[in-house]
């Protein structure tokens, strides 16, 4: 896809925050520091329009991005951080699921997984709670110029049947660092903000 044009529109800390134009929406989710402001910036070919950080936890709102004004990458906060309070845990929580459950304009998330760790507990949830939900979800794992060929095969597979997608479940690998896998990832974001 062309970018032409991409920006940050809204950082939103409660649902009135919400863009109310109705353009579709593609959500990013995923455990901190697994690379989702990388990955986001590396498909819209910009060096810094999605901070990143070295802190986990940094994101706290939910960031929608307008790209070519027709369409939104929605950046949700980290899950799975540990360092916080409770109650930012919480907050972030019912945040996330207030955008996840009611947002009639999203048209499927791009849920990331680490290959240097697999899948966490919190990712299963996730990956449950997607599934309950109804979302479209296209899993993709991050970070694989850290493994070598035959170990990212052998993580994929583990990813696969930790997380329980069949065969017909996209597992899609990506590198922010080499870009390997952006096509394919954009060809499987594409058809989502067709299908409706």
């Avoid at 649902?15 to 353009?23: C, E, I, M, S, V």
């Amino acid at each position: 896809m062309q970018i032409r044009q991409a920006e940050l529109q809204v950082g939103a800390y409660s649902r009135k925050d919400f863009p109310a134009d109705g353009l579709p929406e593609i959500s990013f989710l995923g455990r901190s520091n697994v690379g989702k402001s990388s990955l986001i910036n590396a498909l819209l070919n910009r060096k810094n329009l999605a901070r990143t950080s070295s802190t986990p936890g940094k994101t706290r709102g939910i960031y929608f991005y307008r790209i070519n004004d027709a369409f939104y990458f929605v950046d949700l906060p980290g899950y799975g951080y540990a360092r916080v309070s409770k109650g930012m845990q919480q907050g972030w929580r019912g945040l996330i699921e207030a955008y996840l459950e009611g947002r009639a304009s999203l048209r499927g998330c791009i849920h990331l997984i680490d290959c240097r760790h697999g899948p966490t507990e919190d990712d299963l949830l996730m990956r449950r709670w997607l599934l309950f939900h109804r979302l479209v979800a296209i899993t993709t794992v991050t970070k694989i110029d850290k493994l070598s060929r035959s170990a990212l095969v052998n993580r994929m597979n583990e990813i696969r049947a930790a997380l329980e997608l069949t065969a017909a479940d996209p597992l899609l690998p990506f590198s922010a660092r080499t870009g390997a896998g952006r096509d394919r990832l954009w060809k499987a974001i594409n058809g989502l903000l067709k299908e409706k």
